[in-house]
């Protein structure tokens, strides 16, 4: 049972890259070669004698060759035990022979619905004889050898080439990678059939798949494994698609920040240059500027501290004076949509340093599920893309915001989705002033926002703090009016919540008080 000679070989694909060559290497090996459709055809074309699955069954293909290997001539060739005398029995009485190797990838499901096909042609590339070949195949691994990935046949001709026969090392790998191709497979045609054609929100059977994992040196931590898997199926791209330009290998918690920071990024595509420092997947400093080496300036001020060992994302073409500024400083990814080849030039001499290219920005505003494992289940929500405008603003305070108030309410706004709750932000002419996230209560997360904001003025020597004169955003709703009041103390004059407190008039009666100018959005954004 160790090796199994190879007599006879099915073959059925339809990437037909490396076939020719796998065809020739088999038949110079006396393998008998059977075959289907276009891929008998070019076997054929390449000078290979091949033989029709219909000589085997009998059976002519049929209904648009929807019908032709659901065979017992076929499927009884793979699933026969071959040492079992009842199986060795049945299949003498019915002359059906034996298949040794199956070589079959799937119709290609994915990219029809990638290219916009009509439904009656996905429909039409939901693959049913293949699956059951290579699913009988790999059940019957002992005896059958099923190849559904080309990046095998390399090892399937060196096996042959070395003793005529396949391992069942060999042969075990190919079926468990067999049935994981049947399973994502499976799986994309249940999501394509929940989320697209039934319009579903939360199917009954929820599949979550990846596939190429790359292994990571570790997780979070040395003493944890980690891997990045991209989804199986029609996805957008994102920082697990950008191009590697130069740099060390990207860690777990790389990844982890850099999605962070291209996501708020993707907030100000189009728009005026922007930079974002991300510091343990939270923004430590996001400004605008006419240049992008202004927004730099602008976003490294509110927190030089935090941005050392940072992550840096920016949303136009990286320059070179901008990439000589970054170097300055330990930064340990910064990703752009393009970058100059003068910024190439200075990031070379950071060795270390990743440099990301992601071509297009994603779209902030996407649809699609979020994925949180918790003992004993998963937490399915969908992505919050939830947006507002000027227009949906309510002004509830007796002092409207002024034109530039309201402009920086918005841009903290933004800032702010992307923030961990506790979230507050203060932001004046473009530029963040302080952040403070990830606080147990509101009114820390004001304060240590108000702090780090006098910390930036007393290192670059400004006459007073970024937060006086500065509009503040909060995630989700004041439920005491003491973070507002820490706010209104660090000199912020205007504020932008959700509202919605039972505290609401208390704290709107506070910033009455303060003379401040308070907007609000209808809408939270918590990020746990």
């Not at 030039?345 to 297009?360: I, S």
């Not at 494992?373 to 949906?392: C, K, M, Y």
């Not at 003491?482 to 509202?499: C, F, R, S, V």
């Amino acid at each position: 049972m160790a090796d199994v000679a190879i007599k006879r070989a099915l073959l059925s694909v339809s990437d037909k890259s490396g076939l020719v060559e796998l065809g020739k290497a088999l038949a110079a090996k006396g393998v008998e070669l059977v075959s289907t459709g276009g891929t008998a055809k070019a076997l054929r074309e390449a000078g290979l004698e091949v033989k029709d699955v219909s000589d085997l069954t009998g059976f002519p293909e049929m209904m648009d060759g929807r019908v032709k290997t659901l065979h017992p001539m076929v499927h009884g060739g793979l699933l026969a035990v071959r040492d079992n005398p009842e199986h060795a029995a049945a299949m003498e009485e019915h002359a059906i022979g034996a298949i040794d190797l199956v070589v079959v990838n799937l119709y290609p499901f994915e990219a029809t619905v990638m290219r916009g096909a009509e439904r009656d042609e996905i429909i039409e590339n939901i693959d049913i004889g293949g699956p059951s070949m290579v699913r009988s195949a790999a059940k019957n691994h002992a005896f059958v050898t099923i190849v559904t990935d080309p990046g095998d046949y390399d090892t399937l001709i060196g096996e042959l080439e070395a003793t005529g026969a396949t391992s069942l090392d060999f042969r075990r790998k190919c079926a468990a990678k067999a049935f994981a191709a049947t399973a994502a497979y499976d799986s994309m045609i249940s999501q394509w059939f929940a989320f697209a054609d039934q319009q579903q929100l939360f199917p009954d059977f929820l599949a979550v798949n990846g596939k190429a994992p790359v292994e990571l040196r570790y997780g979070e931590n040395p003493h944890q494994k980690a891997a990045l898997y991209t989804p199986s199926g029609p996805h957008g791209k994102g920082i697990a698609q950008a191009e590697q330009l130069q740099g060390k290998e990207l860690s777990y918690n790389n990844y982890n920040d850099a999605d962070a920071a291209l996501e708020l990024c993707a907030e100000f595509a189009g728009g005026e240059p922007a930079v974002v420092i991300v510091k343990h997947a939270n923004p430590c400093g996001v400004a605008q500027g006419s240049t992008l080496i202004e927004a730099w300036n602008e976003a490294l001020a509110c927190d030089s501290v935090s941005a050392f060992g940072g992550i840096v994302a920016v949303n136009t073409e990286l320059d070179g004076e901008t990439a000589r500024a970054i170097c300055e400083i330990f930064t340990e990814v910064v990703i752009a949509p393009s970058v100059s080849d003068e910024a190439r030039e200075a990031f070379a001499k950071k060795k270390n340093l990743r440099l990301l290219v992601t071509g297009d920005l994603p779209d902030p505003r996407r649809g699609g599920l979020m994925v949180k494992p918790i003992t004993g289940g998963l937490l399915v929500q969908t992505r919050d893309n939830g947006a507002i405008t000027e227009a949906d603003l309510k002004v509830v305070t007796k002092r409207e915001p002024t034109e530039q108030e309201l402009k920086d309410c918005l841009f903290a706004w933004t800032v702010a989705r992307h923030v961990k709750s506790n979230a507050i932000v203060y932001a004046k002419d473009g530029a963040t002033a302080g952040i403070g996230a990830g606080q147990m209560n509101r009114r820390d997360s004001s304060r240590i926002a108000a702090i780090k904001a006098a910390e930036a003025a007393e290192k670059y020597g400004w006459e007073q703090s970024r937060a006086v004169g500065s509009a503040v955003a909060s995630d989700a709703f004041f439920p005491f009016a003491d973070g507002l009041l820490a706010a209104a103390e660090a000199g912020a004059t205007a504020i932008i919540q959700p509202g919605g407190s039972i505290r609401d008039e208390e704290v709107i009666a506070a910033a009455d008080e303060q003379n401040l100018a308070m907007v609000f959005t209808g809408m939270r954004h918590f990020r746990h």
